[in-house]
């Protein structure tokens, strides 16, 4: 089973949440973080996860061989790490790797480590800067800067870990971030999986005409100035300080609310410790979450878009997408006309963003589908799956 978590732990965490629902709590009553307490609150997480795991700190060092930025610009020579979990699996199985999104942190998969760890080794991390990761200072100054921040921890993480041939999964700004990955160091990825990935439109792509009318208005001028001072959604759960958990709280349920089918996305006791969870990620030391303005012009349109790099990608791919997911299939078409290696989009039904999440056993699906030729003997006997839409 995974890590034994005492029942008093999660009392205390149940008390702390508790505490903070009065209408007038006490200002000077903070609610604590840490990377411990990040550590305690995903170990309560993964205390829902039956297969076995390991959990570690793997030393990255202080930056990059031969680099004179350090992760980055940082006045310490300390090393820095990445959380790291592994789950126990099958001698043989391929590897696959998991990297969380923007404002997410590894314990977004707590409900599909089970299922995957019976087919493959699973390790999922922290990007730097983002969970119980490291969090140095962030002090880029450019999109290359801040691609670099991602993309060189990263493989920094993976030779300590000793990795290669292995499969590469990324949500969302974690896709983006695999994406790059992949078409810098390809000879490592054997497979890559992007979920809902962010980055493939730009502001030129003639889609973005509601955004310059928006920009026009108050609301607008006064949203892309907050968005170029890098004012993150972080932010606003530190600064209300004891009403924060409160916030999280919100957003966990209306976010999980069960919107596309009648089933509920997360138990109470998921909610909770989730909830725990995020607020935990969200109000510690701003760090990785500082490279929004960076990577994206407001609206979330890609400053250096994947679909630029289409052409040049080396590396056989599979987009999964919910079908009500806000982020647009139709820039993986777009890149796919130019990809010159195998690529695949397949859309789960019933969810939306946070497919792995919504929807589970279609996520399961399509990804037992995208990994069937390092999965299966004869590949070109498999069928599509029922329930999922290939695009």
Not at 45 to 51: A, C, I
Not at 109 to 131: E, M, P, R, S, T
Not at 292 to 308: D, E, H, Q, S
Not at 330 to 350: L, N, S
Request: hydrophobic share 40%; charged share 20%.
């Amino acid at each position: 089973m995974a890590e034994e978590i005492s029942k008093a732990e999660l009392q205390s965490s149940e008390s702390t949440f508790a505490k903070t629902r009065s209408l007038w709590p006490s200002v000077l009553r903070w609610i604590p973080t840490s990377t411990d307490r990040i550590i305690a609150a995903e170990k309560r997480l993964l205390s829902l996860v039956k297969t076995p795991y390991v959990q570690e700190q793997v030393n990255i060092g202080s930056g990059a061989p031969g680099s004179k930025v350090r992760w980055f610009r940082s006045s310490s020579n300390e090393p820095r790490f990445i959380n790291t979990v592994t789950f126990d699996s099958k001698e043989g199985s391929p590897t696959l790797v998991m990297v969380h999104g923007y404002a997410a942190s590894q314990g977004f998969f707590f409900k599909n480590f089970d299922y995957l760890a019976k087919y493959f080794k699973v390790i999922a991390i922290d990007q730097l800067g983002w969970g119980g990761s490291s969090r140095p200072d962030f002090t880029c100054k450019s999109t290359e800067e801040t691609e670099a921040w991602f993309i060189d921890s990263f493989e920094e993480w993976r030779k300590a870990k000793d990795l290669s041939n292995f499969i590469l999964l990324g949500h969302s700004f974690g896709g983006y971030v695999a994406a790059k990955y992949a078409l810098k160091h390809p000879e490592h990825v054997q497979h890559l999986i992007l979920v809902g990935p962010a980055g493939f439109s730009s502001e030129s792509d003639g889609k973005s005409e509601w955004l310059t009318r928006f920009r026009a208005t108050w609301k607008g001028a006064i949203l892309n100035h907050l968005w170029e001072s890098n004012f993150t959604p972080q932010k606003l759960v530190r600064g209300l300080g004891p009403w924060g958990p409160n916030l999280v709280s919100k957003y966990t349920t209306a976010r999980f609310s069960p919107r596309y089918s009648a089933e509920g996305v997360l138990t109470e006791d998921e909610s909770k410790l989730l909830t725990d969870y995020v607020y935990h990620t969200l109000a510690a030391k701003a760090s990785g979450e500082l490279c929004l303005k960076y990577i994206f012009a407001f609206g979330a349109f890609a400053r250096m878009p994947l679909l630029n790099s289409a052409s040049e990608w080396k590396v056989p791919t599979t987009f999964i997408y919910g079908v009500q997911d806000w982020m647009n299939y139709q820039g993986a078409q777009e890149a796919r006309k130019q990809m010159k290696v195998p690529c695949e989009i397949i859309r789960v039904p019933q969810s939306g963003h946070f497919v792995f999440l919504e929807n589970p056993s279609g996520f399961h699906s399509a990804m037992l589908h995208a990994c069937r030729r390092i999965l299966s003997p004869h590949p070109d006997d498999e069928s599509f799956p029922e329930g999922l839409v290939s695009a």
